[in-house]
């Protein structure tokens, strides 16, 4: 058994659904907004966080993209979504879905267990 003494990362998955503002753009637009709008926001009001994306729209009527954020803790979850509400990404070029938060092997953290992972090359 080990035990981690430090707070564990706080993971997010954000579910949302694209809006008609978003979806008016082209691509160079949307880029754009990104890069311009959200981004300077993200990175001025906030530290240890990072993001990856996935497109579901395909598979997904209700959610056409999943965020996935990675904090170093809740506050800077907390100031991540902050930062979120004041640009044009909450509710104008995305309807935020839900919310699924986690704490990587969250479990195994609470009773000092080793993690448990599979790995099948």
Not at 46 to 71: C, K, M, P, Q
Not at 74 to 97: G, K
């Amino acid at each position: 058994m080990s035990t981690q003494a430090t707070e564990a990362p706080v993971t997010v998955f954000m579910l949302v659904k694209t809006t008609r503002a978003w979806l008016d753009k082209t691509p160079e637009e949307r880029m754009h907004a990104l890069t311009t709008e959200i981004v300077p926001v993200i990175e001025a009001k906030t530290t240890g966080v990072r993001s990856r994306f996935f497109d579901t729209e395909f598979y997904s009527t209700r959610v056409t993209d999943v965020w996935l954020w990675e904090a170093r803790d809740h506050q800077a979850y907390q100031l991540l979504i902050d930062a979120l509400r004041e640009t044009p990404f909450w509710d104008h070029y995305f309807e935020v879905v839900d919310l699924l938060v986690g704490v990587e092997n969250g479990y195994a953290r609470t009773y000092g267990f080793d993690t448990v992972t599979t790995i099948n090359t």
